[in-house]
């Protein structure tokens, strides 16, 4: 998993990744099966408008914060329906790792970072629009596909090629 982050908070993004990833149920399968979406859609370069590790975690870890869900196809599934569907970069921002209502106050997509909770790590995120498109196709897809999908639990990213391909 690549991460992105100043040379100056490197160390200190790292252990915060590690130390979520073991306090949150399901962190890392979803984040790995967004990656496999992200990265078959070319929507994860973060030079091209798309979204890093990095920030895939600060929005998993606030849609996960904000459910109860313990399964991980509910996790994935609810994660693509709400950032594809519901969630509005205008009026939404993820602060202090929770999703907040603004009301327009910063005109786009605001994650703020862990440790200067003045910087917006998703600044250069210019592709939002595409990534949300991406979101509803797949759960689109997932929903009409979901019987299958459910009686044959595979772990991991092999979900999405069974979805996708």
């Known amino acids: 998993m690549e991460l992105t982050a100043d040379i100056g908070y490197g160390i200190e993004?790292?252990?915060l990744v590690k130390k979520l990833c073991q306090e949150t149920t399901n962190?890392?399968?979803t984040v790995i099966l967004f990656k496999k979406l992200l990265h078959k859609h070319e929507l994860d370069k973060p030079f091209f408008g798309g979204i890093n590790s990095y920030i895939l975690i600060m929005m998993a870890m606030?849609?996960?914060k904000s459910t109860n869900e313990a399964a991980i196809r509910?996790?994935?599934i609810g994660m693509l329906e709400y950032y594809g569907k519901i969630f509005d970069p205008r009026e939404v921002a993820i602060i202090g790792g929770f999703l907040?209502?603004?009301g327009n106050k910063f005109g786009g997509l605001y994650i703020s970072d862990p440790y200067r909770p003045y910087i917006n790590i998703a600044h250069n995120v210019?592709?939002?629009?595409?990534i949300q498109a991406c979101f509803v196709k797949c759960h689109e897809e997932l929903m009409l596909k979901r019987k299958n999908w459910f009686h044959e639990y595979i772990e991991g990213a092999q979900i999405l090629d069974n979805i996708l391909n």
């Open 13 to 15: 993004s790292t252990e």
């Open 126 to 130: 210019t592709r939002f629009k595409e």
């Open 74 to 76: 509910k996790s994935f």
């Open 27 to 29: 962190l890392v399968a």
């Open 62 to 64: 606030a849609y996960l």
């Open 100 to 102: 907040v209502l603004v």
